[in-house]
C-alpha cells in the first residue's frame, strides 16, 4: 500500500468533529465488565454488547472508527452480518489490537512489557484481509518513586516501534500508545517527566525503524495527576501541562494525537479534551487533538443496558450522548449544559 493511502486513512482516523471508540477490551477484560452488571459473559454476551454499540444510530457522526478485538472481528450479529462489515457500511473505519498484553519485564521491579511481536507480520494480513485498517499496540509504564524505569522504557519504545513499522508494511495505520497510568498518588509534575521521557525514546525508535510518521497516530495519556494525589490539578493546569509537553515531544509530521481516557471519569474526560482544544484555538497546534477513548464513552451506556434486550435503545442513546460530548470536545465548544457555544 502506499504511503499516500496510509496517511489519508490516518487523516480519516483524526477528521474534524470525530475520534476513536476503543472497543477492543480484551475477552478477560471485557467479562469483567460483562459481570460487573450482572451479565454472564461468554462469546454471544460480549457480541451482543458490540452490536448494540455498533448499530447505535447516528453513531458514525462522532466515531470516525473503531477499534476491535480478535473475537470480535471474526464475530457476526444476531441477524448474521459480519460486525467489521457493520463498522464499513456505516463509513466507519475498522481497526484492530494486535499486541497480546502487558506481562512482567524481566529483572525489573513491578514493570510489565508489551508482547505479541511473534508472528506479527502474519496476523496483520489476516487482519488487512477482513477488512481492518488500522491497528493498535498500548505500552504501560507506572509511576513511582522509582518508576517508569529507562530500561522499561526502552524496551517498550522499541516494541512500539517494531510494531509499527510492521503495520505500515501490511498498509495498517498504527496507533502507538504509551500509556503512563493513572495509579497512584503522583503530581501531574511526576506525570510531565514520565510521559516526555516515554515520549522522547518512542519518537526516538520510530525514526530509528524507518516508521512513516505522516501514517501514524499517537495514542497518549494525558498529563495528568494520579488517582490518588492528594491536589490534584485542574483542568487548566491539565491542558496546559500536556499540550506543552506534546509540542515539546512529537513531531509536526504526525497527523493526530488521539488520547487515552485511561480511568478518568466520562465528564473530566471530556472537560479535559476541551479545554485543550481551547488552547488549541488560541495558541494553534500542529496535529488534530481528538479522542480514542474506550471507558470515558461506554461506561455509563454498559450500566444502563444491564445485558437486557429491553434497555439497548436507552444504552445506546447514552452512548451516543457520551461521542457528542467528546465530539464537541474535540473541537473546543463542549459545555457541560450540552449546548454548543
Ligand atoms: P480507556 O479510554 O478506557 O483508557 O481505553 C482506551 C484504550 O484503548 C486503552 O488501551
Redesign the pocket.
Known amino acids: 500500500m502506499s504511503t499516500e493511502k496510509l496517511a489519508a486513512t490516518a487523516k480519516a482516523i483524526v477528521t474534524a468533529g470525530k475520534g476513536v471508540l ?1 472497543a ?1 477490551e480484551s475477552n478477560g477484560t471485557m467479562s469483567q465488565r460483562l459481570e460487573s452488571i450482572g451479565v454472564v459473559p461468554t462469546p454471544d454476551t460480549r457480541r451482543d454488547w458490540r452490536q448494540l454499540i455498533f448499530t447505535a444510530d447516528g453513531f458514525g457522526e462522532y466515531i470516525s472508527s473503531v ?1 476491535m478485538f480478535d473475537e470480535t472481528i471474526r464475530q457476526s450479529s444476531d441477524d448474521g452480518r459480519r460486525l467489521v462489515d457493520i463498522l464499513s457500511n456505516a463509513d466507519i473505519i475498522p481497526g484492530i ?1 494486535v499486541d497480546r498484553g502487558t506481562h512482567p519485564l524481566a529483572g525489573a521491579q513491578g514493570e510489565a512489557v508489551t508482547e505479541g511481536l511473534d508472528g506479527l507480520r502474519g496476523r496483520l494480513a489476516e487482519y488487512f484481509d477482513m477488512g481492518a485498517r488500522f491497528t ?1 499496540w ?1 505500552a504501560v509504564m507506572s509511576i513511582n518513586d522509582k518508576t517508569p524505569s529507562d530500561y522499561c522504557i526502552a524496551v517498550n519504545a522499541h516494541a512500539l516501534a517494531r510494531y509499527a513499522a510492521l503495520a505500515q508494511e501490511a498498509g495498517l495505520v498504527p496507533i502507538v ?1 504509551p ?1 503512563i497510568l493513572m495509579t497512584g498518588s503522583h503530581s501531574i509534575g511526576d506525570c510531565y517527566t514520565a510521559t516526555e521521557r516515554t515520549l522522547a525514546r518512542t519518537f526516538d525508535e520510530l525514526s530509528a525503524q524507518g516508521v512513516d510518521l505522516s501514517a501514524m497516530i499517537l ?1 497518549p495519556n494525558m498529563v495528568i495527576s494520579g488517582h490518588e494525589a492528594p491536589d490534584r490539578a485542574t483542568t487548566a493546569e491539565v491542558a496546559e501541562r500536556t499540550l506543552t509537553c506534546l509540542k515539546q515531544n512529537v513531531p509536526s509530521d504526525v497527523p493526530g494525537i488521539a488520547f ?4 478518568q471519569g466520562d465528564e473530566e ?1 471530556t472537560l479535559n479534551l476541551d479545554a485543550i482544544n481551547r488552547m488549541v484555538k488560541d495558541e494553534g497546534a500542529p496535529w488534530e487533538i481528538t479522542y ?6 461506554i461506561a455509563t451506556a454498559l450500566k444502563t443496558w444491564g445485558g437486557s434486550a429491553a434497555n439497548v435503545e436507552k444504552a445506546q442513546n447514552m452512548l451516543l450522548e457520551r461521542c457528542r460530548a467528546s465530539s464537541e470536545a474535540r473541537s473546543g465548544a463542549y459545555s457541560s449544559s450540552g449546548t454548543i457555544i
Open positions: 476503543a477492543d477499534i489490537k493498535k498500548r500508545e500509556e495514542k487515552l481516557s485511561g480511568g474526560a480514542s477513548y474506550g471507558r470515558a464513552l
